[in-house]
């Protein structure tokens, strides 16, 4: 009896009877319709419960105008759910000049109001597109 009991719950548990493995996701995609880009295949924002993960924007030039283009966009990103650079826990930064990030830091850092996440700057060879100089990804909490 006890094999036939275990054999009952290994076979609900392998064809998922025993939980629902699906999540929640709203999607926001520079205000178009179906809400993500299927060329690439990514989606700008993807909020899950309360947490907002926000693709990277990127800009082919690392310098003040550039550094704001790139800021301008993710409060985009942010607002398209309600929120703000306060509500940002974690930033994902990729340039090919980090030396020109560091110079220009004072433009990206504007934008936090002495309120900083968690973050990392990497400097890479090139990215997605192999123009692009900077691009600049992030993770928000809304309250819950």
Request: without cysteine; aromatic residues 12%.
């Amino acid at each position: 009896m006890k094999i036939l009991l275990f054999l009952f719950f290994a076979l609900i548990s392998a064809h998922g009877y025993s939980q629902n493995n699906t999540i929640k996701k709203e999607k926001w995609h520079w205000d178009s319709p179906s809400k993500q880009d299927t060329s690439a295949g990514y989606v700008q924002v993807l909020k899950v419960d309360n947490i907002l993960y926000i693709s990277g924007a990127v800009t082919t030039e690392v310098t003040p105008k550039g550094i704001l283009q790139v800021y301008q966009a993710l409060e985009k990103s942010l607002m398209s759910f309600g929120a703000t650079f306060q509500n940002v826990v974690k930033e994902n930064l990729y340039t090919t000049d980090i030396e020109a990030m560091k110079k220009y830091n004072s433009t990206r850092k504007s934008f936090y109001n002495g309120d900083f996440p968690a973050a990392t700057w990497i400097q890479v060879s090139r990215l997605y597109m192999s123009e692009a100089k900077l691009e600049v990804e992030l993770i928000a909490h809304l309250p819950k």
